[in-house]
C-alpha cells in the first residue's frame, strides 16, 4: 500500500498574499488573506491565514513578522521547497525591500541574512528555499520577517513599483535523472551527514550535506567520480546548490591543463583593500569597495572565456546561482592604512571554524560564473598550509596535479596587511607545487596564479550517460 506523508502547515499570522505598490513611499497592503489547500503526490497541504493587514502604511523603516509552522505527521522523512507563487517584483533599488526567513526549532531553513526579494517582471514562481528535509513527527516553526530599510540613499526608483504574489509550500520532486537524482541515487542518503570537524584535511571519498543560500546543499569529499562534460571539457562536481544546480569546476582535458590561458596576477593593482574584489568600487571604506563598478583581471579573464562559450552551452549555465566574493570582517576593522583580516581569515586561520555557503547580498555574484572559494575548498577536504595530494580540486584523471606545479586563484578575500613598506591585499590560492593542495594565500598582484572557471548547471538538465569516471564522465543534456 503507498505510503502517505500529512504535512500540516498552520500559518499564524502569515502574510499569504502580498500586495504591495508604491506612491511616494507610502503603500498599502489590500485585501484579507483567505485559507488555501493543496495536495499533490502523497502530500496534503493546508494553509490558514488567520491575520488582515488591510490598512497597514509601509514606507523606509518599515518591518513586519509572521509565524508559520511545518509538521510531518508521516512515516518517513519527507523534503519540501518554500516558494513565491506568482511573484511580481518590479523594484528598481537593491537592498531595501528585503525578507528573511528563520527556523526556530528542529533544523529546518534557516537564513543569516536579510535578502532581497527576487526581481521578476512577470508572474511566476521563485523559490526562496529548496530541499528542506523534515523528519517523521517533527513540527518546524518559521519566522518570516520584511522590512524596507530607510536609508539616505536616493529611494526614489521605487515609487510606483508593484511587488505581489503568494507565499506556498511545495513538494520537492527529485528527477532522478537530474545531478541531484543521480548524486543521491549512488550516495545513499542514510549515509549522508553534516560534518562538524575542519580542525584536519579530509580524504575519505564522500558525500555531505550543508545549508546554503536556497536550501539543503551536497558536496563531495575525496576523489570521488565526480566528472562531467560540458563544452567539449572536463569538469568536477564541486556540489549540488540548494536549488538543484550542479556547481562544476573546470578541469580541462584531465591532464595538467585543468585551467584557462596562463599565469595572471588576480588583481594587477594591490595597494588597496578593495582589490580582493571580484568587483570593486572605490576606496576609501568597505561600503564603498562593494559598488563593484570595476572588474578584476582574474573576473575580466573568466568573462572573456564565458563570452566565447556557445550559445548552446550557455543555456545549460544556470545563470541565479550566486558566486560569494565574502568581504565580511568578523574580528579588527576595515582600514586603507592599518592590517586587517577579513572574515575567511577568521574561519580558516584563526579558528578553524566551519565553512560557510550563505553570503552577503553586496558580495554575491550573479554573472553566470565564478572561482572557487575557500570555504568550498574547506568544505572538499582542504586546509590552511596542510598538504592534502587525495582530493579531487587538486587531482587530475592520472593521479596528479589538473594544474601542474601552478596555484591557483580561488575568489575569497584573505587579509590586507603591510609587507616591507607597502600595503598589501591578499586573497586564498590553491598551492600546486610546495603543500599540494593546501589552502594558501598570495598578493592579489603576484602573476604566477591560473585560473580555474566556476559554474553552476541548471537543476533541469538530464544526465544521458556516463557513470562520473574521468574515462566515462556524466553526460547532460536539456529535457
Not at 545513499?188 to 571519498?205: A, G, K, L, S, Y
Amino acid at each position: 500500500m503507498k505510503k502517505r506523508i500529512i504535512i500540516i502547515i498552520t500559518i499564524l499570522g502569515l502574510l499569504t498574499t502580498l500586495g504591495l505598490s508604491y506612491a511616494y513611499f507610502k503603500t498599502r497592503i489590500e485585501g484579507e488573506g483567505t485559507p488555501i489547500s493543496a495536495s499533490a503526490k502523497e502530500l496534503k497541504i493546508i494553509y490558514t491565514d488567520t491575520l488582515s493587514l488591510s490598512g497597514v502604511n509601509i514606507e523606509p523603516g518599515w518591518s513586519d513578522s509572521k509565524t508559520f509552522s511545518v509538521k510531518n505527521e508521516g512515516k518517513e522523512t519527507y523534503k519540501y521547497n518554500i516558494i513565491f507563487k506568482n511573484l511580481i517584483n518590479t523594484f528598481v533599488t537593491e537592498g531595501f525591500l528585503q525578507y528573511k526567513i528563520t527556523c526556530t526549532s528542529n533544523n529546518g531553513y534557516s537564513m543569516t541574512e536579510y535578502k532581497d526579494i527576487p526581481k521578476n517582471p512577470t508572474a511566476s514562481d521563485k523559490a526562496l528555499a529548496t530541499n528542506i528535509e523534515i523528519e517523521e513527527g517533527v513540527t518546524q516553526t518559521y519566522l518570516i520577517e520584511f522590512i524596507y530599510r530607510n536609508s539616505e540613499e536616493d529611494q526614489s526608483d521605487d515609487m510606483g513599483q508593484t511587488l505581489s504574489g503568494s507565499l506556498s509550500i511545495e513538494e520537492n520532486f527529485i528527477n532522478p535523472g537530474s545531478f541531484l537524482g543521480k548524486i543521491l541515487a549512488d550516495n545513499p542518503q542514510d549515509n549522508i551527514t553534516e560534518r562538524t570537524d575542519f580542525t584536519n584535511i579530509e580524504t575519505d571519498t564522500k558525500l555531505w550535506k550543508t545549508q546554503d543560500n536556497q536550501g539543503i546543499s551536497y558536496y563531495f569529499t575525496g576523489n570521488p567520480n565526480n566528472w562531467v562534460s560540458f563544452a567539449g571539457k572536463l569538469w568536477r562536481i564541486i556540489r549540488i546548490n540548494g536549488d538543484g544546480s550542479a556547481r562544476i569546476l573546470y578541469a580541462g582535458t584531465g591532464g595538467e591543463d585543468g585551467y584557462i590561458g596562463s599565469q595572471q596576477a588576480y588583481n594587477t593593482n594591490f595597494n588597496d583593500p578593495m582589490y580582493v574584489g571580484w568587483k570593486y568600487g572605490t576606496s576609501g571604506s568597505l561600503e564603498s569597495n562593494r559598488t563593484n563598478e570595476n572588474k578584476s583581471e582574474a573576473y575580466k579573464t573568466v568573462e572573456n572565456w564565458y563570452n566565447n562559450l556557445s550559445a548552446t552551452d550557455k543555456e545549460y549555465i544556470n545563470t541565479n546561482a550566486v558566486y560569494c566574493n565574502d568581504r565580511n570582517i568578523i574580528s579588527g576593522s576595515y582600514s586603507t592604512s592599518n592590517d586587517f583580516q577579513y572574515a575567511g581569515y577568521t574561519r580558516f586561520v584563526t579558528n578553524k571554524n566551519a565553512p560557510t555557503l550563505t553570503c552577503n547580498a553586496k558580495d554575491q555574484f550573479k554573472d553566470g560564473f565564478g572561482l572557487m572559494t575557500a570555504d568550498e575548498v574547506v568544505l572538499a577536504g582542504g586546509l590552511q598550509e596542510t598538504e592534502n595530494p587525495n582530493v579531487y580540486y587538486y587531482l587530475n584523471a592520472t593521479g596528479g596535479s589538473a594544474t601542474g606545479s601552478n596555484w591557483w586563484w580561488t575568489m575569497s578575500p584573505f587579509w590586507f596587511y603591510l609587507w616591507n613598506g607597502d600595503y598589501y591585499s591578499r586573497v586564498f590560492m590553491v598551492w600546486g607545487n610546495t603543500e599540494v593542495g593546501s589552502l594558501n594565500s598570495a598578493g592579489v598582484s603576484h602573476a604566477e596564479g591560473v585560473i580555474r572557471p566556476v559554474v553552476s548547471l541548471k537543476s533541469s538538465l538530464i544526465i544521458t550517460d556516463g557513470d562520473g569516471t574521468s574515462s566515462n564522465p556524466y553526460v547532460v543534456s536539456s529535457l
